[in-house]
Nanobody
């Protein structure tokens, strides 16, 4: 039973921070690349931050570079997304996803990911 469960979302004021977690069960996370994706109202789902199987390679959307950090703790079978300096445009449903195979030049394409969590809502508003 392969499952990904996101947590840590909520309402935060602009400039604030949130730390999202993605806990895996039914499989060992170190066998997969992991991505965080965001779907804002009326927008297509987009890759936000993705990390390779080994953690040696990452890719960030231009809009979040320098503000968001993806990391993985294989011992805890968990992936994190640290989000700082949040902006209203960061609002959306955040999903984590796992991929068996990723290419280093193609880490953050939704189509490449087979397993998806249910998502967690992040709302940035004053």
């Amino acid at each position: 039973q392969l499952q990904l469960v996101e947590s840590g979302g909520g309402l935060v004021q602009p400039g604030g921070s949130l730390r999202l977690s993605c806990a895996a069960s039914g499989f060992t996370l170190d066998s997969y690349g992991i991505g965080w994706f965001r779907q804002a109202p009326g927008k297509e789902r987009e890759g936000i931050a993705c990390i390779s199987h080994s953690g040696g390679s990452t890719n960030y959307a231009d809009s979040v570079k320098g503000r968001f950090t993806i990391s993985r703790d294989n011992a805890k079978n968990t992936v994190y997304l640290q989000m700082n300096s949040l902006k209203p445009e960061d609002t959306g449903v955040y999903y984590c996803a796992a991929a068996k195979v990723l290419l280093l030049f193609r880490l953050c394409v939704p189509h490449d990911y087979e397993y998806w969590g249910q998502g967690t809502q992040v709302t940035v508003s004053s």
